[in-house]
């Protein structure tokens, strides 16, 4: 017997395997830097410039496209809409002239992925409310295998052939998902009483701060760690497989993160990923060689372990009609600190002549966050 569309198990599973492609291109560009350094004569600087442009748009629109969602009743429309973006920035970036070429082209990506986050997880908490914990761990987990997957195929496909050819190659999945959920999802129902300004709570924007501020401490570690690896003398593909296994503690952290939500609220999971990101930074700074790629996956660990947390945390703060709306806030404002981050770290890493210096100021980022987490909703109602 088939599945019914709007049965919760078939959006569940819709929605996961939409998540590894969509975190997939998340994680992709890190795998790109080393060829794109080469052919354009980049230096750390400029990468963070182009990783901020990467994500720029995700992060300011994800709000809007939540709150559009909520009041017109578009989330079908607008995760369509865009994977297909995402499909065209990267082939757009595949023919590149320039650097500059590639920041202007690179903003669609940007677009592309500021429309998921906010819908999957009002489909699914719609569908699991009193579960959603769990649920959007699950969720998580695929996202973490497309995490997992991106730099090791990338940086094989990019010695194989080139990073041209591997981006043209990467869009399809991006084209061939929209058209899946085009067609595979009912549209959602309008909610016209629904206002922007509503949703944006202290509570709300206080976890989107909290969140935001480990969010910058993960994304730079993950951006410019295959850079960073290369220029340590590791192969391309060695540096990408070496981050692909990092990132594979994903693949636990989300399910659990989500799992603990539930269990004793958001604020406590928030407390233990601070201390644990502080701790791992720290030892990143004084190590080198293997033990830092193990502080790495540490601070990936913790990180993850927040994304499903965030998402529940939100949907409840906002209540089922602005889901999209509250989701789009926490990951719009996390996302928009990432990027604007990492140009700074790149910078600096420039200044201080050397990109592991520069990582290492990153703990000051974390304690930062340790005061906004005691002040976060004790539980999760």
């Given at each position: 017997m088939f599945?019914?569309?709007?049965?919760k198990?078939?959006?569940?599973?819709?929605?996961?395997?939409?998540?590894?492609?969509n975190?997939?291109y998340v994680?992709?560009l890190p795998?790109?830097?080393?060829?794109?350094?080469?052919?354009f004569n980049l230096?750390?600087?400029?990468?963070?410039?182009?990783?901020?442009?990467?994500?720029?748009?995700?992060?300011?629109l994800?709000?809007?496209?939540g709150?559009?969602?909520?009041?017109?009743?578009?989330?079908?429309?607008?995760?369509s809409?865009g994977?297909?973006?995402?499909?065209?920035g990267?082939?757009?970036m595949?023919?590149a002239?320039?650097f500059?070429?590639?920041?202007?082209?690179?903003?669609?990506?940007?677009l592309g992925?500021?429309?998921?986050?906010?819908?999957a997880t009002a489909?699914?908490?719609?569908r699991?409310p009193?579960?959603?914990?769990?649920m959007?761990?699950?969720?998580?987990w695929g996202?973490?295998?497309?995490h997992?997957?991106?730099?090791?195929?990338v940086?094989?496909s990019?010695a194989a052939?080139?990073?041209r050819?591997?981006?043209?190659v990467?869009?399809?999945?991006l084209?061939?998902m929209?058209?899946?959920l085009?067609?595979s999802?009912?549209?959602?129902?309008?909610?016209s009483?629904v206002?922007?300004?509503g949703?944006?709570?202290?509570?709300l924007?206080?976890?989107?701060v909290?969140?935001?501020?480990?969010?910058?401490?993960?994304?730079?570690?993950?951006t410019?760690?295959?850079?960073?690896?290369v220029?340590e003398?590791?192969?391309g593909q060695?540096?990408?497989?070496?981050?692909?296994?990092?990132l594979?503690?994903?693949?636990?952290?989300?399910?659990?993160?989500?799992?603990?939500?539930?269990?004793?609220?958001g604020?406590?999971?928030?407390?233990?990923?601070?201390?644990?990101?502080?701790?791992s930074?720290?030892c990143f700074?004084?190590?080198n060689?293997a033990?830092?790629?193990v502080?790495?996956a540490?601070?990936?660990?913790?990180g993850?372990?927040l994304f499903?947390v965030?998402l529940?945390?939100?949907s409840?703060?906002?209540?089922?009609?602005?889901?999209g709306?509250?989701?789009?806030?926490?990951?719009g404002v996390?996302?928009?600190m990432?990027?604007?981050?990492?140009?700074?770290?790149g910078?600096l890493?420039?200044?201080?002549?050397?990109i592991?210096?520069?990582l290492?100021?990153?703990?000051?980022?974390?304690l930062?966050?340790?005061?906004?987490?005691?002040?976060?909703?004790?539980?999760?109602?």
């Open positions: 599945v019914k569309k709007n049965h198990l078939f959006i569940l599973t819709v929605f996961v395997s939409a998540h590894v492609v975190d997939f994680t992709v795998a790109f830097l080393p060829a794109l350094s080469d052919e230096d750390y600087g400029e990468l963070g410039i182009l990783s901020l442009t990467f994500t720029l748009l995700s992060g300011v994800q709000p809007i496209f709150h559009r969602a909520d009041r017109y009743g578009q989330r079908r429309l607008i995760v809409v994977f297909l973006a995402g499909a065209v990267f082939v757009a595949a023919a002239p320039s500059w070429f590639l920041i202007a082209v690179s903003l669609l990506c940007g992925g500021a429309s998921y986050h906010p819908q489909f699914i908490v719609s699991y009193d579960d959603r914990g769990r959007l761990g699950i969720h998580g996202g973490s295998v497309g997992f997957l991106a730099p090791a195929a940086t094989i990019v052939f080139s990073w050819f591997s981006m043209l990467i869009a399809l999945p084209a061939l929209a058209l899946f085009r067609f999802l009912e549209e959602s129902e309008p909610s009483s206002t922007l300004t949703v944006m709570t202290k509570e924007i206080r976890v989107a909290a969140f935001g501020l480990l969010s910058v401490v993960m994304r730079s570690f993950l410019f760690a295959v850079k960073m690896l220029d003398g590791w192969t060695g540096a990408g497989l070496a981050l692909s296994s990092v594979l503690v994903g693949t636990l952290a989300q399910p659990i993160g989500g799992r603990i939500y539930d269990r004793i609220g604020r406590t999971v928030f407390m233990y990923a601070i201390v644990g990101t502080i701790l930074v720290a700074a004084v190590s060689g033990m830092s790629l502080a790495i540490l601070i990936s660990l913790f993850f372990s499903p965030s529940a945390y939100a409840q703060l906002a209540g089922p009609k602005q889901t709306a509250a989701v789009g806030a926490v990951f996390s996302g928009l990432s990027a604007l981050a990492q140009p700074v770290v910078t890493a420039e200044q201080m002549g050397s592991r210096a520069a290492s100021w990153l703990i000051v980022v974390a930062a966050a340790f005061p906004i987490a005691f002040t976060l909703p004790k539980n999760r109602e």
